[in-house]
């Protein structure tokens, strides 16, 4: 159970970082603090069209 905790403790971490930075400040922090484990759940959360060419 102190595993499910934690998991919602990052989510929480996570959701709070993207409210409040948006989604790109909030991974750019995240890698800056050395919180690979928020960053990665903050790139999954990235919308996959980002670096695609424009046309």
Same mark, same amino acid.
């Given at each position: 159970?102190?595993?499910? &905790? *934690?998991?919602? %403790?990052? %989510? ?11 989604? +790109?400040?909030?991974? +750019? ?6 919180? *690979? ?6 790139? &999954?959360?990235?919308? %996959?069209?980002?670096?695609?060419? *424009? +046309?």
């Amino acid at each position: 159970m102190a595993s499910l &905790e *934690h998991d919602k %403790q990052k %989510q929480a971490i996570v959701k709070n970082l993207i409210d409040t930075c948006g989604i +790109h400040r909030a991974l +750019h922090a995240a890698k800056q603090f050395g919180w *690979h484990d928020i960053a990665s759940q903050i790139s &999954e959360r990235l919308p %996959q069209d980002t670096t695609a060419p *424009h +046309h």
